[in-house]
């Protein structure tokens, strides 16, 4: 019986310390704000990024309102959320027109759930002059010479929290990133 009562501690223990509510106020605080910068806004990284697909692979966001992550402000306007590796922490890129607005840290990354994108993603439609098309090309053998690369799956989610924080959850490619921001300057 004290065995029985012992692991139903251990697994009540467990579930609880899962089903934690994560504290934004905590993770907000102790991230930095980046110490580098591009020089002239200008990603180094972008040409080859995008040189192989016919436009840009990243998520597009549309801000309505300013937000702001400790002093740094980004204005309303269309964004593409570029994540980047500097020294060994990731951050995502705002940029507009080419240039980088704004560089936020993620606090977190991690792998995509496999069958995620399956899930989430809407099927392709094609007419049926492309389904012949394709069934041509792979009939007769493909020609990558002239095509450009598929570009990577990306999904983005965007929840609005207490205390006027604005969790993101950017997917690109098979990783996560998860980054915080504020609806309001303290």
Known sequence: MKKLIIIFTFIVFCVQSAFADIDYVKIYN????????????????????????????YPLLRLNQEVYFKKQKIEPGYYLLTPREHEGKWYVLFK?????KATIPCYKDE???QGFYEANLP?????PSQKIHIGFINLVGKANSAKRKKSPNTFLEIEDID?????????????RYYILLRSKML
């Not at 507009?96 to 980088?100: D, L, P």
């Open 30 to 57: 102790s991230m930095e704000e980046p110490t580098f910068q591009y020089i002239h806004g200008i990603d180094p990284d972008q040409f080859f990024d995008i040189k192989n697909y016919a436009w840009a692979p």
């Open 96 to 100: 507009s027109n080419g240039i980088v």
């Open 111 to 113: 792998i995509v759930p």
């Open 123 to 127: 099927k392709e439609k094609l007419t």
């Open 163 to 175: 205390n006027d924080f604005i969790a993101m959850t950017i997917y690109y490619g098979y990783k």
